[in-house]
């Protein structure tokens, strides 16, 4: 699977939109990227993941940009429940069981 | 669905001694897996199961460590003879197959 770069962490204040991004230059044709967060003492939570369209439901926004080599996480209203950190993460569409998490951004939405 | 439960949530040890964790996953997940998560660190992949038989074991993985999925239900992680840099967050997931996976709150395993 492709490797990712994410920045180590950012802030964001609470109401405002946070845009996580990340870079995946070497992602090839059949991988999706995936976003997880993890929240403190919890396991990693899936939040939206894409091939080549952008992306919405109930929690974020996933932007890819048109050469897929890079992409960006919305979270539209950040609340201060949305502090953890965020994991970007390219996979094999063929059913890939493995997860290669790198450090993720820790996102802190400060009030 | 309920989630994916694991037991204990903490468990502290003296080196040399043997531990077990136990993952119930989401009970219409044919797949279940183990990773490992050490400070400041992202999770890293153990082994993974699809119904009962184990398909894939990283080289972290030692000896030492063993995984069942007995029935394809619920799966077990022991570790024998601990040892201080088994300290770490083991944390279970499960999905079908190809999708999402759901992980659990993990069992934090202190080494004394």
């Known amino acids: 699977d492709a490797k990712t770069t994410q920045p180590t962490s950012m802030d964001c204040a609470e109401g405002r939109a946070a845009n996580l991004p990340c870079n995946h230059s070497t992602i090839s044709g059949n991988e999706y990227v995936y976003w997880y967060r993890q929240i403190h003492s919890q396991g990693p939570q899936y939040i939206i993941h894409g091939l080549k369209n952008n992306e919405t439901n109930e929690m974020a926004s996933l932007i890819i940009t048109e050469d897929r080599k890079s992409s960006t996480l919305i979270l539209p209203h950040a609340t201060l429940r949305d502090t953890a950190v965020y994991y970007c993460?390219?996979?094999?569409?063929?059913?890939?069981?493995?997860?290669?998490f790198g450090k993720g951004t820790k996102l802190s939405v400060i009030p | 669905d309920t989630g994916v439960s694991q037991d204990p949530r903490h468990k502290i040890t003296k080196r040399g001694q043997n531990v077990t964790f136990r993952c119930d996953p989401i009970?219409?997940?044919?797949?279940l897996y183990w990773y490992r998560q050490t400070l400041g660190q992202g999770p890293e992949f153990l082994t993974y199961f699809q119904n009962e038989a184990q398909l894939e074991k990283s080289r972290l993985l030692s000896d030492r460590f063993s995984a069942e999925r007995p029935k394809g239900s619920f799966s077990t992680l022991e570790i024998q003879r601990t040892e201080q840099g088994d300290s770490a967050m083991y944390l279970c997931?499960?999905?079908?197959?190809?999708?999402?996976?759901?992980f659990g709150s993990g069992t934090q395993l202190s080494v004394l």
């Open positions: 993460i390219v996979r094999s569409g063929a059913g890939s069981y493995q997860l290669t």
């Open positions: 009970s219409e997940h044919n797949r």
């Open positions: 997931a499960s999905s079908r197959l190809g999708e999402k996976l759901f």
